[in-house]
T-cell receptor
Framework: DVKVTQSSRYLVKRTGEKVFLECVQD?????MFWYRQDPGLGLRLIYF???????EKGDIPEGYSVSREKKERFSLILESASTNQTSMYLC????????????FGSGTRLTVV | QKEVEQNSGPLSVPEGAIASLNCTYS??????FFWYRQYSGKSPELIMS????GDKEDGRFTAQLNKASQYVSLLIRDSQPSDSATYLC?????????????FGTGTQLKVEL
């Protein structure tokens, strides 16, 4: 089975800190994605990547950046954490092509205080 | 109009009954359709995918797709308390957006003893 591993399950950071969320997948998937999930708002796409060193903005990229230096690793960076970035962050990966769904990591619950 | 719409629920069904979860989508170029199950505090898990009009069965789950009506549904037969979760409908377009999934906000299912 595909495994998508997120480095932290729970994280508490202070306002203004730079925060790194790491995601690693072990099945050679081309595509990787970062979502946040908030009650009543569903899953919202932050950034995605179709290839190494390639990134594209999703629906809510403001305040975030990403890095994909290796195919298996996709990092989400909160440049200066704010309380409105308190959320569940989900990483996902998939094969290229329209018939593949995503496999999600277990999520990181980030609290910014 | 949202791209993917689901009734938020909760949908309550008695144990052993058929649960019917519905989803509509707005973009006719949508090609692939997926159902995810998400338990509280956990990440989404892919349970069904469907690409062609008609029914697709997998164990107690049946996905139904009607592209003319832009409607996809998930039936769960012999519902069990362990089926209590939020079910997310997701849609993928072949053109533009690459391989991005667009998610509905989910329907909460409660299976009562």
């Amino acid at each position: 089975d595909v495994k998508v591993t997120q480095s932290s399950r729970y994280l508490v950071k202070r306002t203004g800190e730079k925060v790194f969320l790491e995601c690693v997948q072990d099945m050679d998937h081309e595509n990787m994605f970062w979502y946040r999930q908030d009650p009543g708002l569903g899953l919202r796409l932050i950034y995605f990547s179709y290839d190494v060193k390639m990134k594209e903005k999703g629906d809510i990229p403001e305040g975030y950046s990403v890095s994909r230096e290796k195919k298996e690793r996709f990092s989400l960076i909160l440049e200066s954490a704010s309380t409105n970035q308190t959320s569940m962050y989900l990483c996902a990966s998939s094969n290229r092509g329209s018939y593949y769904g995503y496999t999600f990591g277990s999520g990181t619950r980030l609290t910014v205080v | 109009q949202k791209e993917v719409e689901q009734n938020s629920g909760p949908l309550s069904v008695p144990e052993g009954a058929i649960a019917s979860l519905n989803c509509t989508y707005s973009d006719r170029v949508s090609q692939s359709f997926f159902w995810y199950r998400q338990y509280s505090g956990k990440s989404p898990e892919l349970i069904m995918s469907i690409y062609s009009n008609g029914d697709k069965e997998d164990g107690r789950f049946t996905a139904q797709l009607n592209k003319a009506s832009q409607y996809v549904s998930l039936l769960i037969r012999d519902s069990q308390p362990s089926d209590s979760a939020t079910y997310l409908c997701a849609v993928k377009k072949l053109t533009g957006g690459g391989n991005k999934l667009t998610f509905g906000t989910g329907t909460q299912l409660k299976v009562e003893l």
